[in-house]
């Protein structure tokens, strides 16, 4: 079946340091979307990439689509402490709008 | 104010008990899901309802039944509990089209003991 699937699964890092998840579709996704769960919260929504080879930024964020659809990556550049949870990104499953399939995430830890 | 809220945060219950979830969106989106969040954090899609249809069910148990009144509302009932199902459920809408941002609840942290 269809696959989401997201690397390295923990993450940790010194406060400053860079940081980067990425993501790899079983097939090719029409949208990616980005989301972070802070610790005890839940999934918020970040950002959707939808074009070939599309590049977004969100301050420190910097958020990829690969040209073949079927990757994405999520960089964070200098990071703080207000960045730590877990990032999850997510396709649309078996096609279907609106229906997501998501990675199993990518928990980012950043000590102070 | 809150877009989609789910009730109760926290269920302890014990082994065998039926207990429900509820949840209602006021976002007046057409999809409504239920999602299993397990200890490592892994996030599963359990249902889809749009428009009052249910149109995916990702190998839950039929222990699991989920209840769409009307599409501004997607409860989750849940028989015969057991240990596994011990983990946080978040509900979730969004609207299909071409923007499908979902938006979760605050999860319902449900321990089975």
């Known amino acids: 079946g269809q696959q989401v699937m997201q690397i390295p699964q923990y993450q940790h890092v010194q406060e400053g340091e860079d940081f980067t998840t990425y993501c790899n579709s079983s097939t090719t996704l029409s949208n990616i979307q980005w989301y972070k769960q802070r610790p005890g919260g839940h999934p918020v929504f970040l950002i959707q990439l939808v074009k070939s080879g599309e590049v977004k930024k969100q301050k420190r964020l910097t958020f990829q689509f690969g040209e073949a659809k079927k990757n994405s990556s999520l960089h964070i550049t200098a990071t703080q402490t207000t960045d730590v949870g877990t990032y999850f990104c997510a396709g649309p499953h078996g096609g279907s709008q609106g229906n997501l399939i998501f990675g199993k995430g990518t928990k980012l830890s950043v000590k102070p | 104010d809150t877009a989609v809220s789910q009730t109760p945060k926290y269920l302890v219950t014990q082994m065998g008990n039926d207990k429900s979830i509820k949840c209602e969106q006021n976002l007046g989106h057409d999809t409504m899901y239920w999602y299993k969040q397990d200890s490592k954090k892994f996030l599963k899609i359990m249902f889809s309802y749009n428009n009052k249809e249910l149109i995916i069910n990702e190998t839950v148990p039929n222990r699991f039944s989920p209840k769409s009144p009307d599409k501004a509302h997607l409860n989750l009932h849940i028989n015969s509990l057991e240990l596994g199902d011990s983990a946080v459920y978040f509900c979730?809408?969004?609207?299909?089209?071409?923007?499908?941002?979902?938006?979760f609840g605050q999860g319902t942290r449900l321990t089975v003991v």
């Open positions: 979730a809408s969004s609207q299909l089209g071409r923007n499908t941002e979902a938006f």
